[in-house]
């Protein structure tokens, strides 16, 4: 779909990366500690079994997320995805079911939206080096993802992008106008965001919308006029990981590090 070709390795490690952080989301969810609810969870193989156990009576009592079917309050038209992230949707959809998809993308591309300026990788760069962090503007009052219906479900749930998964709130963000999630769980999203760009140096990243307008193959229904904001993937130099959860992730970082493909 882009000028950067990609493999199937490079896709079937991102799944595999999916699924790893949805094990632990669904340990998170439960906040499991017996023995019998880890073997539960190592068995967890997708997001509908997440979905199916989460929203069982015996787990929804249990769980420390707010997050549920048709619960779309963070659902904005401010999340970003790499072209890996982008390439892997498309990859997985019929030529009727691109269409569409990006007819949806098509008929909203004027739309106030997030612009990335610096990716998460350039962001921990700029740390290392004390430089300055540009100023971004995210408004989630901008609206809500295109691809939204009526009601309130995502047509692409199965393949969206990590910048959605890792949008979960331990508040009812409907109710509080907010997310509130641990200083932890903001790290291991920043370790899966660091690595799936690392994994997709060479690449790009930008607005789902406008990673979805610059895909290649729609090439022939975007206006030379189109103005497509994107930037640069990089490598990961080092991981933003805060010395008090070095600890905690060590073994999910080991997971994700052993098992590379």
Known sequence: MFKKSYGIDQLKELERLYILYEKYFYHQLLDLSTSEDKNRGQQYQGTADLDRRRDAPQNRERSKWHCKKGCDTCCTCNVTMTSLECEYILTQMSLDERYKLISLIYQNRSAIRYHPEVTTNGFA????????IPIEDNDPSWG???LLG??????IYEKRPFGCRSLVSEVDCFKSG???????????NNIFMQYIEHLDSGGITGNFTDMMLAAGTWDSVIHDDEKIHIIYNRKAR????PPEHRNAVEPLLKSIFDGKQ
């Open 150 to 155: 009526e009601d309130h479900l995502c047509p």
């Open 144 to 146: 809500k993802c295109p």
């Open 178 to 188: 907010y997310a509130e999630i641990s200083p932890l769980t903001l790290t291991v």
């Open 125 to 132: 760069q700029i740390c290392m080096d004390g430089g300055d």
């Open 238 to 241: 080092l991981l933003m990981i």
